[in-house]
């Protein structure tokens, strides 16, 4: 956290700084009817209900020094879209530009495609990388072009990439940051390696209250799967495209509660099912292999003919581990 912060107030000058952030589910609306100009005796007035042309993510870069921002409207926000995020920020400068990103520790920031385009946009070879410890490891090196800088965890509030132009003093109005920073001069703020240091004696601590008579060590793993139950649900308004949900009546509620009960028995166990198979995916990468298995229906001549495209990555392991046979690379009715 020590580290971050210190870059903030003292960019690298061996390099651009950028700080590195997705919005994701942005709803595309349109009003039905346009707005009513205000008149004498009568109010601006707008209509309520509106067409919704389904949502858009946002990826954003905003550059520390300067304050420009580098940014991209996209379908979604897998490790492909971030990946292709990123290479078209490097494009936009010389190939001798060395750049540091800031980034949180979204497990699409750490992928093997991620790794394989920094070592091609670094002309240098990819070491063989494990887990995705090991990814985060190498990104993070700074023996190469571009050099990926990784928040703490639950520490997301530390990202600038929505930051405006104001100096030292936006820290101030965070109290993350105050919590660091001592006054130097005027209007000016130093990090507080003390306070740091002493802050850095609690990392990776948290602590659980609880009413339950339970064994801690229950307790723990029952709270990690609330977390896991709420990471299913937002995977069910992004990648199944069920969001806006509202719980305006009771039926609501309970749907809500069973799709995410649901979710959850299906995710466990499928991970039951990989790990007695002898695998150990990571979910982000389980569903970007997934999401890009499409097929193609063409029809000439009254016929019709279905292709199928390659299985990537884990894609072809996962319907195997379940039972599940891929389709006919082509099928013709």
Not at 21 to 44: F, H, M, N, V
Not at 158 to 176: H, V
Not at 225 to 233: C, G, K, S
Request: charged share 25%; proline share 4%.
């Amino acid at each position: 956290m020590l580290h971050i912060v210190d870059l903030y107030l003292h960019p690298p000058t061996d390099g651009l700084l950028f700080s590195l952030d997705e919005k994701t589910g942005i709803q595309a609306l349109e009003r039905k009817y346009p707005d009513q100009q205000s008149e004498p005796g009568q109010p601006y007035r707008r209509e309520h209900s509106y067409h919704r042309h389904g949502t858009q993510d946002l990826l954003a870069a905003f550059e520390v020094s300067s304050g420009n921002v580098f940014a991209q409207t996209l379908d979604g926000h897998s490790s492909v879209h971030w990946e292709g995020f990123i290479k078209e920020l490097v494009s936009q400068y010389p190939e001798s530009q060395k750049f540091h990103f800031i980034q949180d520790n979204y497990s699409t920031h750490s992928t093997p495609g991620l790794c394989q385009l920094i070592a091609q946009l670094c002309a240098i070879p990819l070491p063989e990388l494990r887990t995705q410890e090991d990814r985060r490891r190498w990104l993070m090196q700074n023996d190469k072009r571009i050099i990926f800088h990784s928040l703490p965890t639950h520490a997301s509030w530390l990202n600038q990439s929505d930051a405006l132009r104001k100096g030292d003093t936006l820290l101030i109005g965070n109290k993350g940051y105050r919590r660091f920073l001592s006054v130097e001069g005027k209007g000016h703020f130093v990090v507080d390696e003390k306070k740091g240091q002493n802050d850095a004696r609690f990392d990776g601590k948290w602590v659980l209250t609880t009413d339950l008579a339970l064994p801690m060590v229950q307790v723990a793993l029952k709270y990690k799967q609330l977390i896991l139950v709420e990471m299913i649900f937002r995977d069910m308004k992004s990648v199944l495209d069920t969001r806006p949900i509202f719980h305006k009546c009771d039926e609501t509620i309970r749907g809500h509660v069973f799709c995410s009960f649901l979710a959850l028995v299906l995710r466990k166990e499928l991970d039951r099912i990989l790990e007695n198979a002898g695998h150990r995916f990571e979910w982000e990468d389980i569903k970007r292999d997934l999401k890009a298995l499409t097929d193609t229906t063409i029809t000439d001549d009254n016929k019709t003919i279905s292709v199928r495209s390659r299985a990537e990555g884990c894609c072809g392991k996962v319907f195997a581990a379940v039972g599940v046979a891929l389709p006919a690379t082509i099928k013709s009715s």
